[in-house]
């Protein structure tokens, strides 16, 4: 049960912390020897986190539903997420047995979001049409082990020139639509697989991922997004070393 907790864990600091959940889960399965259910699990730990989602911008759902707009950009990420997802929906499952091929993904994490100390004082606070399908491109290429959902969308709309606080709950409410998607695919996976200590490893990573929450969010205020970026770069060379 100790290896299952621990993935939890794992799964909801690094699923809000932008060095790639689904990354780390398929490293740390290498290690702890968790093998032969790894789509499946990391889909159901997903589901702690979508809780911890909730939970954390439970207000800010509620106030969406106010607002047509916003309601329109969110889904205009999700389709684009969802088309390219779906296309490449093998592709992208084949990479998560292959713990190198994750290392160099965290390699381009890290750049990017090194890149993000370059942004300075973004004051954009409103999203519109562009940043919304840039978000779902990106949001996609983040379905790649390695690549961070959070880091990747997050950095994208600091590009953008996106007020940080806006970018960070844009950026999450906007995901919740992708992984309750992705979960409803592993769904026959799941109940099949289901056991007490899944279900400790789905609440580990409800708990530690609403703890991620509240620390990314200071930290982005901080403007010290970009320094995940030298961690991403240090754990890809450490697999490169140490895993095949």
């Given at each position: ?21 689904s990354?780390?889960?398929v ?5 702890l020897?968790?093998?032969g259910?790894?789509?499946?699990l ?13 939970l954390?911008?439970?207000r800010?759902i ?5 607002e ?5 950009l ?6 684009i ?32 979001l ?9 004051k ?9 399908c840039l ?18 969308t ?9 007020d940080?606080?806006?970018?960070f ?5 906007a ?15 799941i109940?099949l697989?289901?056991t007490p ?19 990314l ?9 970009h320094y ?5 770069i240090?754990v ?9």
């Amino acid at each position: 049960m100790l290896k299952y907790i621990t993935l939890g864990i794992i799964q909801g600091l690094t699923e809000f912390f932008p060095v790639s959940s689904s990354g780390h889960l398929v490293i740390m399965q290498r290690i702890l020897g968790v093998s032969g259910e790894e789509v499946a699990l990391s889909a159901f730990l997903h589901l702690g986190t979508v809780c911890a989602l909730l939970l954390f911008f439970f207000r800010d759902i509620l106030r969406i539903f106010k607002e047509a707009k916003t309601i329109f950009l969110i889904l205009v990420v999700t389709v684009i997420t969802g088309v390219i997802g779906l296309a490449g929906k093998n592709f992208f499952e084949s990479l998560f047995s292959r713990p190198r091929a994750v290392a160099y993904s965290l390699i381009v994490t890290g750049i990017i979001l090194i890149l993000t100390r370059k942004v300075k004082d973004p004051k954009r606070e409103k999203v519109n049409l562009k940043d919304a399908c840039l978000l779902g491109l990106t949001q996609a290429i983040a379905i790649i082990p390695g690549i961070s959902r959070s880091g990747i969308t997050i950095s994208t709309l600091l590009f953008r020139k996106i007020d940080r606080e806006v970018a960070f709950k844009f950026s999450f409410l906007a995901s919740i639509p992708a992984i309750l998607g992705a979960n409803l695919l592993e769904i026959k996976k799941i109940e099949l697989s289901l056991t007490p200590i899944w279900l400790a490893g789905f609440f580990a990573s409800l708990l530690s991922g609403l703890l991620a929450l509240f620390l990314l969010k200071r930290i982005l205020q901080q403007a010290k997004f970009h320094y995940f970026g030298y961690y991403c770069i240090i754990v890809a060379i450490i697999t490169l070393l140490f895993l095949k």
